[in-house]
């Protein structure tokens, strides 16, 4: 009578082995998450990205394109605000040089959450020029210390600078009226 008890409790724990994930399902989600860790910690434009590809998925290594190419020469590429208050729209204006043989297109830059807008220089910066990428952070809903980077895509080898920008958002005072 004991040994048919046990039946139903052997095929849970079957059922369970047979439906868990394989290991390769499983490494590739480490893989994922490491590469995110990676792409998180690193600094500047010396971090390198460790990713390990999963086995179904092709890797292109970036090839330098050849001929002359257009480069970036930010007089800096992070801005500190300091301590500013929730709710104010703060921005700076990071100047930069093409130092490169060519000229600079820029296609895109995208801030890393909607409270950051960057504009950039839609006309090509001559070789030697200097243009201009101003960033807006809005701190409404964003107390505490703030990080947030700008992606530029241009016609650069790599294709992508990162610039940074800084804030301790003090929060603003809670209403006597509003509900916690």
């Not at 500190?80 to 600079?104: K, M, Q, R, S, Y």
Request: proline share 8%; aromatic share 4%; hydrophobic share 35%.
């Amino acid at each position: 009578m004991k040994n048919i008890k046990m039946i139903p409790a052997f095929l849970a724990v079957l059922a369970m082995i047979a439906t868990g994930c394989s290991n390769a399902d499983v490494e590739g989600r480490i893989a994922k998450l490491e590469g995110r860790v990676a792409e998180l910690e690193g600094s500047g434009t010396a971090a390198k990205r460790v990713v390990k590809p999963n086995a179904n998925e092709k890797v292109e290594p970036a090839v330098k394109p050849e001929g002359p190419l257009p480069e970036f020469a930010f007089n800096e590429e992070s801005h500190d605000f300091g301590t500013i208050n929730e709710g104010d729209v703060v921005e700076h204006v990071f100047a930069f040089t093409n130092t490169g043989d060519a000229p600079l297109i820029i296609s895109s830059a995208t801030g890393s959450c909607g409270c950051t807008v960057p504009e950039w220089p839609k006309e090509p910066i001559g070789v030697g020029e200097k243009g201009e990428i101003k960033v807006k952070f809005n701190s409404r809903k964003k107390p505490g210390v703030q990080n947030k980077t700008v992606t530029i895509t241009s016609n650069t080898y790599p294709k992508q600078q990162r610039i940074k920008i800084k804030a301790n958002v003090t929060p603003a005072p809670k209403d006597a009226d509003t509900p916690s």
